[in-house]
């Protein structure tokens, strides 16, 4: 009787066993079928489902094993519903701009706008193209009008930022051409008026500085370009290291300079 027992209890240990690799492996099944069905749930576009899905496993405590599997499978989930979430954000703001003629901002919101966000996206496609459209017909009319005021290098900065948004535009790109050969004439005629602007300020300069006398620090160059001009004589003495010399204009002026810096004046 007691071998009988002792078998029995070993068969219910057995059995016990058998039972717990068999809920072990029924419960990997289910869990890996669950995450497998959020996966494509994800690929179909069907992320609030998707999430339902794994906040239903995760409140099954028998999957408290698998908890990590499956919130990182939430977590992917997640992430396309908050890319979904600014997507929206972005059509919305984008259509408001687009109602209020901002193409500009129109457009830079409205591309934003993610193409698993169906509706939203066939939508902002048609307001892309229009808004493109009108960048390009404003960029134009902008254009001609400096053009008008022969203010070519505008006009072409128009040009460009029109085809910024329109790379294609045969008539951005006709006027881009029509407007190079203006620019550069333009930018020629302002260097040359720059360079006459610069010798003017010189022979300017230079003629104030004959007006003025001389003082401690100038070059000898600075000084035959003051009022005190050329000496009638000079001294020259050379040392090892040094060069120094005397400027006399006078019985009584006479200038000093050591290695060509105006050191001492003397009236």
């Known amino acids: 009787m007691k071998k009988h027992k002792g078998l029995i209890s070993i068969l219910i240990i ?15 099944g289910q869990v890996k079928e669950g995450i497998e069905e959020v996966n494509q749930l994800v690929k179909s576009g069907d992320y609030q489902e998707a999430l339902e899905l794994c906040e239903s496993m995760l409140n099954k405590a028998a999957y408290k094993k698998h908890f ?3 919130k990182e499978a939430k977590a992917v989930v997640d992430s396309k519903l908050r890319q979904l979430e600014n997507s929206n954000k972005h059509f919305e703001v984008g259509t408001k701009y687009f109602n209020t003629e901002s193409y500009k901002m129109a457009y830079d919101n409205l591309t934003q706008v993610l ?5 939203n996206y066939n939508n902002a496609k048609v307001m892309i193209e229009k808004s493109r459209e009108q960048i390009a017909i404003d960029s134009i009319e902008k254009a001609k009008k400096k053009e008008l005021e022969q203010d070519y290098r505008i006009a072409l900065t128009f040009i460009n930022y029109g ?11 006709s006027l881009k051409e029509y407007y190079k050969p203006f620019v550069e004439e333009q930018i020629d005629r302002e260097e040359v008026k720059a360079q006459i602007d610069r010798a003017q300020k010189e022979a300017d300069a230079i003629a104030l500085a004959k007006t003025k006398g001389v003082y401690i620090g100038m070059t000898m160059e600075q ?16 040392t090892e290291n040094h060069r120094y010399e005397q400027w006399v204009y006078s019985l009584s002026s006479y200038l000093y300079f050591t290695d060509g810096i105006l050191e001492t004046i003397q009236k």
């Open 115 to 119: 193409e698993e966000d169906t509706e």
């Open 14 to 28: 057995l059995l016990i066993g058998v039972l717990a690799v068999y809920q072990t492996s029924l419960v990997e």
């Open 163 to 173: 085809l910024t948004y329109n790379h294609d535009n045969e008539e951005l790109l």
């Open 68 to 70: 990590s599997d499956i």
């Open 223 to 238: 000084v035959l370009g003051s009022s005190w001009g050329e000496p009638k004589d000079r001294n020259v003495t050379i």
